[in-house]
């Protein structure tokens, strides 16, 4: 089964943290000075907020699988749709080790696929490579070679 996953930038993440915790009833299952993220059940979705530098505004979308083979599954499909996918292997990002998949929609939105395997203490991008960055938390960028793209990782992207 698959979760949905949204993750906001905010400009103020104390102010937004009580706006969600009233919203969905519930305390974030992760929280961190710059991060916060609701595991809901009811809807089932991965929903996120940071506050690392970006525009206030939608970061990105996706969906987090149970299974490694699920993701596989996905890029693979992804892939036979003609889509350039980018895969990352082992990635630390918000607070949690991972693999992925990222596509980006004809709006240049970045759409991730993840299996989650693991936490990490850190958010896995430290805030100068973040905002030097135009892309999502570990997200490819929407040029030719993606920012965490394994040739021009920055010092501590998705690491």
Request: charged share 15%; with cysteine; net charge negative.
């Amino acid at each position: 089964m698959k979760r949905f996953h949204v993750h906001l930038s905010v400009k103020d993440l104390p102010q937004s943290i009580a706006f969600y915790n009233h919203l969905f009833g519930a305390a974030p299952t992760v929280q961190r000075t710059d991060y916060a993220k609701w595991m809901l059940d009811d809807p089932r979705v991965n929903f996120a907020v940071s506050q690392l530098g970006h525009a206030p505004g939608l970061d990105h979308l996706g969906f987090q699988v149970e299974f490694a083979a699920d993701l596989a599954q996905g890029i693979e499909s992804l892939r036979a749709a003609g889509l350039h996918v980018q895969a990352q292997q082992g990635t630390q990002c918000c607070y949690a080790q991972s693999d992925k998949g990222w596509v980006h929609d004809p709006q240049g939105i970045p759409w991730e696929t993840f299996f989650t395997h693991g936490e990490s203490t850190v958010y896995g991008v430290d805030r100068a490579a973040r905002s030097a960055s135009s892309g999502a938390c570990c997200a490819p960028g929407s040029a030719p070679t993606p920012c965490c793209a394994p040739e021009d990782r920055p010092q501590g992207c998705c690491a």
